[in-house]
Every structure is written in structure tokens, then in C-alpha cells.
């Protein structure tokens, strides 16, 4: 069943949104660009400060969002590792700007948005390992940012959800920062695009097949079809194709019914949970792809209320872990 209201706005994207699968990354990013509204600054964090940091590929470009006033009893603010979405090709710090205040105001973490380097221009794995970067350097720098390294969560829309998992893994095997949740709202899992959401949904409901498809091209520089560069390990750019998920952080998975990538981010959250990860899957039927950043439907307002409840109960203090050991596992 799908409401008037998502009805009305499914035929307004599906008019308006470029067909960026005919098109080039960069016609494609500058045509998604020029349909961007500047952010706008309500009031809602006490400060959104614009850093550079040092990224493995240069510098990197993040925008850290600071609420207003102080934390419940004085103590440091839960933080977050933000990736925006866009296909790995397009979107920015600018683009996911309001979310992101949101996510500030509605939490109480410092929010750290990420603008990770694009493709095709820069592809796999570049997006994970900037987005891994910027994870490292927000924990490292924590007591800077007046946030508590033990308190840190990663989180994504889309293709920006792919980079969260992906940095869960990266954190796992390299002995990284302890990642307290990831929030992964309709991710970005794998690049065969052969799920039967993919077909139901293949048109008429936003994002498309075509489209995701061609997304993968871009960012596994062609090699969508075969998983991309074999030098790369398969788990760096498609989460599910990992070796195992064991060990992994509590995890909030939001999907959309109407959605191609719906029956791979369920299958994501299965996955999780049967690995024994703690898992929260909310599913939205009537619902399609990109949804929650969409301000003014309504149905979005209440899932990211619910998303920023979520994400508090797993960014609540722990007495029984001191935050010194968020900085790195043991």
C-alpha cells in the first residue's frame, strides 16, 4: 500500500532526477548539483565547523557539527562518523548538511560528516578508505571535539551506509577504533544488483536498476560485473562478501520496501544477525529509496525520530567501559 502523499512525491523525483546512467560521473554529479539547495543554518547545533584533515589520498574535507549547551551530567557527548550518500559518485557534506543537524540536535553526538573523495575519478577503494580515515582521526581526536571515544558510532545513507559497514570491517581487521553502533540506512551492499527487489523495483519508484548499476560501474571502475579490482579484498567494497561478520558492532539497518535495494539490506541485517551481531531492522513498507532525507515527508520525520532513539540507546554510557578503550581494540 502507498499512501497519496509518497505517491505524489514518487512522480515528482521519478520526473525530475536525472538519468544518470546515460550520462558521465561528472555530467552526472554536476546535474544532481544544480538541483541542490544550499544548506541552510536554522539554529539547530551550536557550531557546524568546516576542517581539512589528512586523508589518505590528500587532504579531506570534513564539516563537524557541535549541539547547543552541555551534556546530561557534564560528561563528553557521544560522537559520529558520517557518510553521505550519492552512488559513491555524487552528493556531499552540503547535500546531507540538514540531516546531519538533525542527527546533532536530535542525538546529542558530535556528528563528523565526511566528504570523501568521488568516482569514477577516484575509485574503490578510495570513498572506504577516506571514510576509515576520518573514523580514525574523529576518535583519536575526540577529547578535542568534546566527545567520548568510547562512545562512537558510524553511520550512512545509501552509498554512504556501504562505507559505515565496510568500516566496521576495516576497524575489525586492522585493530581499529572500537565502533560502539552502525546505522546503515538503506545501504549499498552488492554490486550483482540481481536481488528480486531489483527487478520489482527496477523502475517508477525513485532510484532504479539502471541507475545502481551504473553507480557500480563507476566506483569498481567497470568491473561491476566481476566485483571489481581482484587486488582489492571483495568484503572492502560489497559487506555481505566478507568471511565472516562475527565481532561486529551493534548495527540499526533501516530499508525501504519499494526500494532495489531492499532485499539487500535485509539480507545484510539477516546476515549481522546471524553472526551474532545485535541487529535492529526497520523495515518501511510504501517507502522508497532515500526517504529519511527527505524533510518535509512525513513519514520520514517519524523514522528518523526513531532512528535517533535508536541510536541513543546504543550511544548511552557504559560504567563499565572506561574511554580510554574506545581509542583502540585491544
Same mark, same amino acid.
Given at each position: 500500500?502507498?499512501?497519496?502523499?509518497?505517491?505524489?512525491?514518487?512522480?515528482?523525483?521519478?520526473?525530475?532526477?536525472?538519468?544518470?546512467?546515460?550520462?558521465?560521473?561528472?555530467?552526472?554529479?554536476?546535474?544532481?548539483?544544480?538541483?541542490?539547495?544550499?544548506?541552510?543554518?536554522?539554529?539547530?547545533?551550536?557550531?557546524?565547523?568546516?576542517?581539512?584533515?589528512?586523508?589518505?589520498?590528500?587532504?579531506?574535507?570534513?564539516?563537524?557539527?557541535?549541539?547547543?549547551?552541555?551534556?546530561?551530567?557534564?560528561?563528553?557527548?557521544?560522537?559520529?562518523?558520517?557518510?553521505?550518500?550519492?552512488?559513491?559518485?555524487?552528493?556531499?557534506?552540503?547535500?546531507?548538511?540538514?540531516?546531519?543537524?538533525?542527527?546533532?540536535?536530535?542525538?546529542?553526538?558530535?556528528?563528523?560528516?565526511?566528504?570523501?573523495?568521488?568516482?569514477?575519478?577516484?575509485?574503490?577503494?578510495?570513498?572506504?578508505?577516506?571514510?576509515?580515515?576520518?573514523?580514525?582521526?574523529?576518535?583519536?581526536?575526540?577529547?578535542?571535539?568534546?566527545?567520548?571515544?568510547?562512545?562512537?558510532?558510524?553511520?550512512?545513507?545509501?552509498?554512504?551506509?556501504?562505507?559505515?559497514?565496510?568500516?566496521?570491517?576495516?576497524?575489525?581487521?586492522?585493530? !581499529?577504533?572500537?565502533?560502539?553502533?552502525?546505522?546503515?540506512?538503506?545501504?549499498?551492499?552488492?554490486?550483482?544488483?540481481?536481488?528480486?527487489?531489483?527487478?520489482?523495483?527496477? +523502475?517508477?519508484?525513485?532510484?532504479?536498476?539502471?541507475?545502481?548499476?551504473?553507480?557500480?560501474?563507476?566506483?569498481?571502475?567497470?568491473?561491476?560485473?566481476?566485483?571489481?579490482?581482484?587486488?582489492?579484498?571483495?568484503?572492502?567494497?560489497?559487506?555481505?562478501?566478507?568471511?565472516?561478520?562475527? !565481532?561486529?558492532?551493534?548495527?540499526?539497518?533501516?530499508?525501504?520496501?519499494?526500494?532495489?535495494?531492499?532485499?539487500?539490506?535485509?539480507?545484510?541485517?539477516?546476515?549481522?544477525?546471524?553472526?551474532?551481531?545485535?541487529?535492529?531492522?526497520?523495515?518501511?513498507?510504501?517507502?522508497?529509496?532515500?526517504?529519511? +532525507?527527505?524533510?518535509?515527508?512525513?513519514?520520514?520525520?517519524?523514522?528518523?525520530?526513531?532512528?535517533?532513539?535508536?541510536?541513543?540507546?546504543?550511544?548511552?554510557?557504559?560504567?563499565?567501559?572506561?574511554?580510554?578503550? !574506545?581509542?583502540?581494540?585491544?
Amino acid at each position: 500500500m502507498i499512501d497519496h502523499e509518497v505517491r505524489t512525491l514518487l512522480k515528482t523525483l521519478d520526473a525530475g532526477f536525472p538519468a544518470v546512467h546515460e550520462m558521465t560521473g561528472p555530467e552526472a554529479r554536476a546535474a544532481v548539483d544544480a538541483r541542490q539547495a544550499p544548506p541552510a543554518d536554522h539554529g539547530e547545533v551550536h557550531a557546524a565547523q568546516d576542517r581539512t584533515i589528512a586523508g589518505p589520498g590528500g587532504d579531506l574535507p570534513v564539516r563537524v557539527y557541535t549541539p547547543h549547551g552541555d551534556a546530561p551530567g557534564g560528561d563528553p557527548r557521544p560522537l559520529m562518523v558520517f557518510a553521505h550518500g550519492g552512488g559513491f559518485v555524487f552528493c556531499s557534506v552540503d547535500s546531507h548538511d540538514g540531516f546531519c543537524r538533525e542527527a546533532a540536535a536530535s542525538t546529542g553526538a558530535v556528528v563528523v560528516s565526511v566528504g570523501y573523495r568521488l568516482a569514477p575519478e577516484h575509485p574503490a577503494p578510495a570513498a572506504a578508505e577516506d571514510f576509515y580515515a576520518a573514523l580514525c582521526w574523529a576518535v583519536e581526536h575526540a577529547r578535542e571535539l568534546h566527545a567520548d571515544p568510547a562512545r562512537v558510532a558510524v553511520a550512512g545513507d545509501s552509498a554512504g551506509g556501504n562505507l559505515a559497514a565496510v568500516a566496521c570491517l576495516l576497524a575489525r581487521e586492522r585493530s !581499529g577504533p572500537r565502533v560502539a553502533a552502525q546505522a546503515l540506512l538503506y545501504p549499498v551492499i552488492d554490486p550483482a544488483c540481481d536481488t528480486p527487489s531489483h527487478h520489482r523495483y527496477a +523502475t517508477g519508484h525513485f532510484n532504479t536498476r539502471a541507475a545502481m548499476r551504473w553507480y557500480w560501474r563507476q566506483y569498481l571502475h567497470g568491473g561491476a560485473d566481476d566485483g571489481g579490482d581482484p587486488a582489492i579484498p571483495a568484503h572492502h567494497t560489497a559487506p555481505l562478501r566478507a568471511p565472516s561478520l562475527r !565481532g561486529l558492532p551493534p548495527a540499526v539497518v533501516v530499508t525501504a520496501d519499494r526500494d532495489p535495494l531492499s532485499d539487500e539490506g535485509g539480507a545484510y541485517a539477516s546476515a549481522l544477525a546471524g553472526a551474532g551481531v545485535p541487529v535492529v531492522h526497520r523495515r518501511y513498507p510504501g517507502l522508497f529509496h532515500g526517504f529519511a +532525507t527527505i524533510a518535509p515527508l512525513g513519514a520520514a520525520a517519524s523514522a528518523r525520530a526513531l532512528l535517533w532513539h535508536d541510536l541513543g540507546e546504543r550511544l548511552a554510557p557504559d560504567p563499565s567501559i572506561s574511554s580510554d578503550e !574506545g581509542k583502540a581494540r585491544a
